[in-house]
């Protein structure tokens, strides 16, 4: 049945001419108005880093169009321990809702234990709150240049160990922690720097990588065993293949535990949320997401609306789970201290 609804969706998109197939539009936001209200907020130990990123809507632009690509400038709030030293730092990445409470909480915990850290507002940059449901807006192709673009940035301030950045982030953040150590996209976009250490929270593992190359950083997943927003067996399967190919990859799959099991709340049925279950998707060489199933690149907007179409489901779970949400604390403040700090 689907299979009869694809070949009917597919020739209602030829019938509807090249322009659904053209590449996304690439335009610059202002967000002056998003750094002012960020200001306002500030505590004595906290700055706003500016910083000029782009907006690429996928990793094949990253590969092959970003010269065309006009600039974005993007922001972030850095924040350092009180008093003098060369500090190692975090970079933090939101998920699809964007910032949230126990997302700040990993960072109030770093900073006590002398480590700086910088918030990354890719979404507040491009005038979007979230992208659940969507995908689109605000995409990890964006973010993941976001992150490289502070990573240069940071690592030219005087207060900031260079040699001892780390990443972590949530759900589609979580994807930027984790794709922000293949070796491809950190060769192109930041030959001169890499992550010292990647932990990535229930981060997307749907797309694999052709090409198995990341960089000798260590890398730790965090994630649920009954997650259906991004299930927990890619993720397996991922690491586990990283595992046979020499690098520093670990996984801790929490029993009984939904998508954002560190949140201080009961379990909630989104029902506009993808559900990527039963999605598989290949990362070509050329940086071309696909859709195993039905084999469709997800290349522009109306393409990846088509390809999860018939990929995922819509309706998907998440919620806190006591023991996930204080292991995973704990475990944050011991990855990051004994690749940071020692």
Request: with cysteine; proline share 6%.
């Amino acid at each position: 049945m689907k299979k009869l609804i694809f070949i009917i969706v597919f020739f209602m998109v030829i019938a509807g001419g090249y322009a659904i197939f053209n590449n996304p539009p690439y335009e610059t936001v202002d967000i002056g108005d998003a750094i002012e209200l960020a200001g306002l907020t500030l505590e004595p130990n906290q700055e706003i880093v500016r910083f000029s990123s782009k907006n690429p809507f996928n990793i094949y632009d990253i590969f092959h169009n970003i010269n065309d690509i006009p600039n974005q400038e993007v922001f972030g709030i850095l924040t350092v321990p009180n008093g003098e030293g060369k500090y190692p730092l975090v970079i933090g990445v939101a998920g699809s809702h964007g910032w949230a409470d126990h997302h700040y909480g990993y960072l109030e915990r770093y900073l006590k234990m002398g480590i700086a850290v910088f918030s990354l507002h890719s979404f507040k940059s491009r005038k979007v709150e979230s992208t659940v449901g969507e995908q689109l807006s605000v995409t990890m192709a964006m973010m993941t240049y976001d992150a490289f673009m502070a990573l240069h940035t940071l690592s030219q301030d005087t207060r900031i160990d260079s040699g001892h950045i780390g990443i972590t982030g949530w759900s589609l953040g979580g994807g930027v922690a984790l794709f922000s150590g293949w070796k491809p996209i950190q060769t192109i976009l930041s030959p001169g720097y890499k992550f010292a250490a990647h932990l990535p929270i229930y981060p997307p593992c749907m797309a694999k990588p052709e090409i198995m190359e990341f960089t000798n950083a260590p890398i730790h997943i965090l994630i649920g065993e009954l997650d259906n927003w991004v299930p927990a067996q890619p993720c397996v399967g991922l690491v586990n293949d990283m595992r046979k190919l020499g690098y520093k990859a670990d996984i801790t799959v929490y029993p009984d535990s939904h998508h954002s099991f560190d949140r201080d709340q009961g379990i909630m049925l989104l029902k506009n949320a993808y559900s990527f279950t039963d999605c598989r998707l290949t990362l070509t060489e050329e940086g071309v997401v696909r859709a195993n199933s039905i084999g469709l690149p997800l290349s522009t907007p109306m393409l990846q609306k088509i390809g999860l179409a018939f990929c995922a489901d819509k309706g998907a779970t998440y919620g806190g789970n006591d023991y996930a949400r204080g292991h995973s604390r704990e475990f944050a403040k011991e990855f990051m201290g004994k690749y940071l700090l020692n």
